[in-house]
C-alpha cells in the first residue's frame, strides 16, 4: 500500500506564490518519476512538472520561468514552488508518482485557486 500525502493548496491572488509538497509513504522502495498534474476547470488533466530520481526535469511549457520542481529523493518528497500565479493556473493539482517497477499512483489532489 503506498500513500500520498499532499499539502493543502490555497487561495491567492494574481501574482503570488504558493508552494506544495507530497510525500510518499508505506510499499514503495523507489520513486523513478515524482510530480504533478492539474485539472482546470473544463479541461483535462494536464502534466505541470515532473523530476526524475535523477535530476531530469520536464515542465508544461505555460509553466515555464514561473513554477520550480524539486524533490528529496531520501524522504521520498517532492515540492512545487508556484511564483507569478496566474488565473489560467487555478485547478486540482494532484501529486504523481511512479516507481521503479513501473506502477502509477496518484494524491487525492488539492486545490489552487487564483483570483484577480
Known amino acids: 500500500q503506498v500513500q500520498l500525502v499532499e499539502s493543502a493548496g490555497g487561495q491567492v491572488q494574481v501574482g503570488g506564490s504558493l508552494r506544495l509538497s507530497c510525500q510518499a509513504s508505506?510499499?514503495?522502495?523507489?520513486?523513478?518519476?515524482m510530480g504533478w498534474y492539474r485539472r482546470a476547470p473544463g479541461q483535462q488533466r494536464e502534466s505541470v512538472a515532473h523530476m526524475t530520481s535523477h535530476g531530469i526535469i520536464d515542465y508544461a511549457d505555460s509553466v515555464k520561468g514561473r513554477f520550480t520542481i524539486s524533490r528529496d529523493n531520501a524522504a521520498n518528497t517532492v515540492y512545487l514552488q508556484m511564483d507569478n500565479l496566474k488565473s489560467e493556473d487555478t485547478g486540482v493539482y494532484y501529486c504523481h508518482v511512479q516507481s521503479l517497477q513501473g506502477t502509477n499512483y496518484w494524491g487525492e489532489g488539492t486545490q489552487v485557486t487564483v483570483s484577480s
Open positions: 508505506g510499499s514503495i522502495y523507489s520513486t523513478l518519476i
